[in-house]
């Protein structure tokens, strides 16, 4: 007889084993290019645009070239040329004109590799070039229009205060603006740039697509099966229950296999419905990083004012973001990256106006923060500048400012719930010893100078505003036999381990051992559309709908072992009349024995006391928001202008880690990727072409570039959040870094950066134009 399982021991906030950590660690995991060749099926390339802008007359194929095992797609072959997104501007391939360098022309396919690499040299792509624009502030002033009227994909207001009113009453809010920043005692002005970023996943971009008699097929590295599935049913016209996305294991994405997977995924399926074969479509690095997306440039001007004992009072932000030639999810990256730019704190009057324009640059699209990185860089740069106006540390005026409970943001959100700005400060501080070591000034020993800087920040969880009830994300979970529960989500595990977390707070609600709850392959075919696997979501509010329905299968099955309803008895144990009469296996088989299937299908609703409106962008923009804090340790070569990190703490309020070492892991893993942005990570561009496209010339941080971390989680409940509280963590890690390394490379040397990245060059050349050309 089976033993009834629900007296098992809580897993959540426990670090168990990974569910993919054996195969992966031993090679067993099949990512897309190691699954096994289908019968007949061939390879797949794409040729590119040489230029960034022109005229496209014409393709001509050689006449010398043998063509007749070879695959030819052209745009005339697309039944509906169009990338389905959100504007649907993209097209598949390009016909008419060209927009950016690499946009895709014309595909091949053959079985032999080394015949279709001479066959892409084969194809001549008859352009007439045309002057590029390659420079956000050229397109917004609008010189050439090479997108829409005016160059501008979308454009923002956030007004607050004193802006607002005069909003409300139809008078200029800039102007209202202004003259609160006039009556400000301390008015401080600046600009700040960021640039590209390269997401840089372990595995490239790769599908495996065909047809049979079901209709369409795609799997790959994919981190949202239903946006390739809603792709499909655009492109092709085809029923969606004849589209089939899977994804396969997946090495990484960091937001790169957000969107791009529908454009490979169109290309490898429109080869294998004219050849009637299945495609294989795998990137190289070069072709990777040249055609796919990246982090948005920005240059955000600010002007704040403050009273002189550092209270703050009024800021105004102008942003303007280089969506590149397509719009992809430029207007959310926007949307979130205004969203976050007042930083983690509090002000009277707030007017923030954000663009972002089309250039003739491959179009850019989702990573990690989605927007929030390069405006949080702009405010922490600035707050450091008005603190130094000020002569008081950062520290003072941030602690002084940030948002406690009760407190409202930019957009009139009051914060309700799961605040922990100061207790992340004060817990880094802690940790770091960061007074001790700021107030003895700068360490210089010999040519190296040591500093310490830091930063604070909020990130909201989830969809903004309206999203989540837009979206309306639905989780499945099935009974199986022996009292097993199969968790059914298109929530993809692309590395984060949401496998593993999901089974945990699956286990967790129906009182099982972890080794009782199944992960099903994410496949638009078997599983709801969850949601993307974005916006820091998936824990918090796709968990939430998995903890329910586990709850509720559980119910069942107890009910099933006392012979009772549903849900009559909760509280109580169910069966408060002595042990069941059938064991928790034996009750949920004969439960399936009756009905033959049994599933809880669950789909979120959002606090009711979410209010957000779309149209002036004001209420409660985020259910809740994740806080941080972050100190940065740095040496600087005074004769190289190298930086080394040598030390880094973060305090970072994750609501509840349900797996601590995972949480501790995405907290280090997007650190040192910030760390890489701030210091390294540069796309070089020449004529609207990448010159370093390789990972050899795109300079990352490896496992020797990483600092000792020192990770304190602060846990700071969610009241909705499942496991006891857990919020949304995968994006926030990106926020601070950066701005942290140039606090601490300022009070190292005395250059303040406003520009990343931080490289040797551009710091030389801060410190030649601060007049300190020789050694500091």
Request: hydrophobic content about 40%.
């Amino acid at each position: 007889m089976a033993t009834s399982p629900p007296a098992s021991a809580s897993t959540v906030g426990r670090s168990v084993p990974r569910t993919d950590g054996p195969p992966k660690v031993t090679g067993a995991s099949r990512y897309v290019d190691d699954i096994p060749a289908m019968p007949g099926e061939i390879f797949g390339r794409t040729v590119r645009s040489p230029v960034p802008r022109g005229i496209l007359r014409g393709v001509r194929l050689d006449p010398a070239f043998d063509w007749s095992d070879v695959t030819v797609v052209l745009a005339e072959d697309v039944p509906v040329n169009v990338v389905a997104l959100i504007l649907d501007d993209q097209p598949i391939l390009a016909t008419g004109k060209v927009n950016h360098a690499y946009e895709p022309i014309v595909l091949l396919g053959c079985a032999d590799r080394l015949k279709l690499a001479r066959a892409v040299q084969a194809v001549a792509l008859d352009i007439d070039p045309l002057p590029p624009v390659l420079d956000a502030r050229a397109a917004l002033d609008g010189g050439e229009i090479i997108w829409g009227a005016d160059n501008v994909i979308k454009r923002y207001l956030i007004t607050h205060g004193c802006a607002d009113a005069a909003r409300e009453r139809g008078e200029a809010s800039e102007a209202a603006i202004d003259a609160a920043l006039a009556r400000c005692e301390v008015v401080v002005t600046g600009t700040y740039a960021s640039h590209h970023q390269e997401q840089l996943y372990i595995e490239p971009q790769g599908v495996i697509a065909w047809w049979d008699e079901a209709g369409a097929h795609a799997t790959g590295s994919i981190q949202c099966p239903f946006y390739v599935h809603k792709a499909f049913l655009k492109a092709f016209g085809l029923p969606p229950d004849r589209i089939h996305i899977t994804q396969s294991v997946t090495g990484g994405g960091f937001g790169g296999k957000e969107e791009y997977p529908s454009i490979i995924a169109l290309h490898a399926a429109l080869l294998a419905r004219k050849s009637g074969r299945p495609v294989r479509m795998i990137y190289d690095r070069t072709e990777d990083i040249e055609a796919t997306t990246k982090r948005h440039p920005a240059s955000c001007e600010i002007t704040s004012g403050c009273d002189r004992d550092g209270a703050l009072r009024a800021l105004k932000i102008r942003i303007l973001m280089d969506g590149g030639a397509y719009a992809t999810l430029t207007q959310v990256v926007l949307s979130r990256g205004a969203l976050h730019a007042a930083g983690a704190y509090r002000w009277d009057d707030v007017w923030i106006e954000a663009a972002a324009v089309a250039t003739n640059t491959p179009p850019n699209g989702a990573f990690r923060g989605f927007g929030a990185p390069q405006t949080i860089w702009a405010i922490e740069r600035h707050l450091d500048r008005v603190a130094r106006e000020l002569g008081c540390d950062p520290l003072d005026l941030k602690a002084k400012n940030v948002l406690r409970p009760g407190d409202s943001t930019a957009t009139g959100q009051v914060l309700r719930v799961s605040v922990a700005g100061e207790e992340c400060i004060t817990r880094a501080i802690a940790a770091s010893g960061y007074r001790q070591k700021r107030a003895a000034g700068p360490v210089v020993r010999g040519r190296v100078a040591r500093g310490i800087g830091l930063s604070v920040f909020m990130h909201g969880a989830g969809f903004t505003g309206s999203g989540e009830r837009y979206y309306k994300g639905k989780v499945a979970l099935d009974l199986a036999p022996g009292g097993r529960l199969r968790i059914r989500t298109a929530s993809t595990d692309i590395g984060q381990g949401t496998e593993t977390v999901f089974r945990q707070i699956a286990a967790d609600a129906a009182g099982l051992p972890l080794d009782r709850v199944e992960f099903a392959v994410p496949c638009t075919t078997t599983v709801p559309d969850s949601g993307p696997t974005v916006a820091s979501r998936t824990v918090m509010v796709v968990g939430s709908i998995v903890e329910a329905a586990a709850r509720e299968l559980a119910s069942r099955v107890r009910a099933e072992q006392a012979g009772q309803e549903p849900g009559a008895g909760e509280g109580d144990g169910g069966a408060a009349a002595g042990p069941p009469a059938l064991s928790f296996e034996e009750a949920a088989d004969r439960l399936l024995a009756r009905e033959g299937q049994v599933t809880s299908l669950k789909q979120y609703e959002p606090p009711d006391y979410v209010r957000w409106d779309d149209e002036a962008y004001k209420g409660d923009a985020y259910p809740c928001f994740g806080w941080a804090c972050d100190v940065v340790e740095v040496e600087v070569d005074l004769d190289t202008f190298e930086v080394t990190v040598v030390d880094f703490w973060s305090a970072t309020d994750v609501g509840k880690a349900i797996h601590p070492v995972m949480c501790k892991g995405q907290i280090e893993g997007g650190s040192l990727q910030a760390i890489g942005w701030a210091l390294s990570e540069e796309i070089v561009w020449q004529g609207g072409r990448i010159k370093n496209p390789r990972m050899t010339n795109y300079i990352i941080p490896t496992s020797l570039d990483a600092p000792p971390f020192h990770v304190v989680l602060v846990e700071e409940p969610f009241p909705f959040g499942p496991g006891g509280g857990a919020k949304g963590i995968g994006e926030m890690p990106m926020d601070g870094g950066a701005p942290a390394v140039a606090a601490a490379i300022e009070h190292a040397t005395g250059i303040a950066a406003r520009a990343l990245p931080l490289t040797p060059e551009r710091l030389l050349e801060a410190a030649w134009s601060a007049g300190r050309g020789e050694r500091l």
